[in-house]
C-alpha cells in the first residue's frame, strides 16, 4: 500500500517545491523592474524634484545620482539655494553649506519636508539598500503583488518595507515603512506616473503621516535627464564646485 501512495505521490511533489524555488529567484528581478520606473536607464542621471507640505518650506531640489552614490543641491527656498546633501555610501551622508569649509555628518532619518526624510531623497533604488524575502497576491486586490524588503545592513534606513506592485508591470503603487521597532512610519502612494526621455517614470508620490497623522506631504518629479559626470564626481571634494 505504501509502496502505491509513494508511486501516486511522486510525480506531483516537484509541482509544489519547483515553483517555489522560481518564484524566490524571480523577487529580485521583479524588485529591478520596479526600481526602472525610478531612474533613467543610463549611467548617471539628473532629477529636478519638488517636496511640498501644507503650513511648510516647499523645498526644489537638483539631484544627480549615480543609483549606488548621490548629490542633492538645494535650489529653493533662496535661503537654502547651493546646499549640498550627498550620499557616500549606505553608512556616510554628509551635508554641506557654502562658505563653510566643514562637512556635517547627517542621517537618513532626518527629516526634510513633511514626512520626507534624507534617505528617501538620497536613493532612487529599492533594490540599493532592500532585498525582497517575500511575495504573495494582496488577498483584498488579486492585481497586485505585495513584496516584504529587509535591509540588507544595519544601516538601512528601514527595518522593513511592505511594497505593492502592479502585478503585471510592476510598477509600486503604494509601500509601508517601518522603523527599527517594528512601528509604521509612514505610508508612500505612488499616484502618477510620466514619460520623460521615452522613459516611464515616477512622478508625483504621497506621503501619509503614519505617527502624527498630518497632512500628506508630496514630492514632484518634475524632470529626468541623462547627464555626463567625470568618475571623482561623486566626492567630498567635488561639494563646493556643484
Excluded: C
Aim: aromatic fraction near 12%; glycine fraction near 4%.
Amino acid at each position: 500500500m505504501m509502496t502505491y501512495l509513494k508511486f501516486l505521490i511522486a510525480p506531483f511533489v516537484g509541482l509544489f517545491v519547483i515553483p517555489s524555488l522560481v518564484n524566490s529567484q524571480n523577487l529580485e528581478e521583479i524588485l529591478q523592474k520596479t526600481d526602472s520606473y525610478r531612474s533613467l536607464d543610463t549611467k548617471h542621471f539628473f532629477i529636478y524634484l519638488q517636496i511640498s507640505a501644507p503650513g511648510e518650506i516647499t523645498r526644489e531640489m537638483e539631484a544627480y545620482t549615480s543609483r549606488t552614490q548621490s548629490m542633492v543641491k538645494f535650489m529653493m527656498p533662496a535661503k537654502e539655494k547651493g546646499r549640498v546633501m550627498f550620499r557616500e555610501d549606505i553608512k556616510s551622508l554628509w551635508f554641506f553649506i557654502p562658505g563653510n569649509k566643514r562637512l556635517v555628518r547627517i542621517s537618513q532619518t532626518q527629516r526634510l519636508t513633511g514626512r520626507v526624510s534624507v534617505g528617501d531623497v538620497l536613493s532612487v533604488s529599492f533594490s540599493q539598500d532592500y532585498e525582497p524575502i517575500s511575495s504573495k497576491t494582496d488577498p483584498e486586490d488579486p492585481n497586485l503583488l505585495m513584496l516584504e524588503l529587509k535591509g540588507k545592513t544595519k544601516h538601512a534606513q528601514y527595518r522593513k518595507i511592505m511594497l505593492w506592485l502592479d502585478n503585471k508591470t510592476y510598477m509600486a503603487k503604494k509601500s509601508q515603512h517601518y522603523a527599527i521597532s517594528g512601528k509604521m512610519l509612514k505610508t508612500v502612494f505612488y499616484d502618477e506616473y510620466k514619460e520623460f526621455n521615452g522613459q516611464l517614470l515616477q512622478s508625483v508620490l504621497r506621503v501619509q503621516d503614519e505617527i502624527r497623522k498630518e497632512p500628506d506631504t508630496f514630492v514632484k518629479f518634475l524632470d529626468y535627464q541623462p547627464v555626463e559626470l567625470p568618475d571623482n564626481f561623486y566626492s567630498k571634494e567635488m561639494l563646493p564646485n556643484l
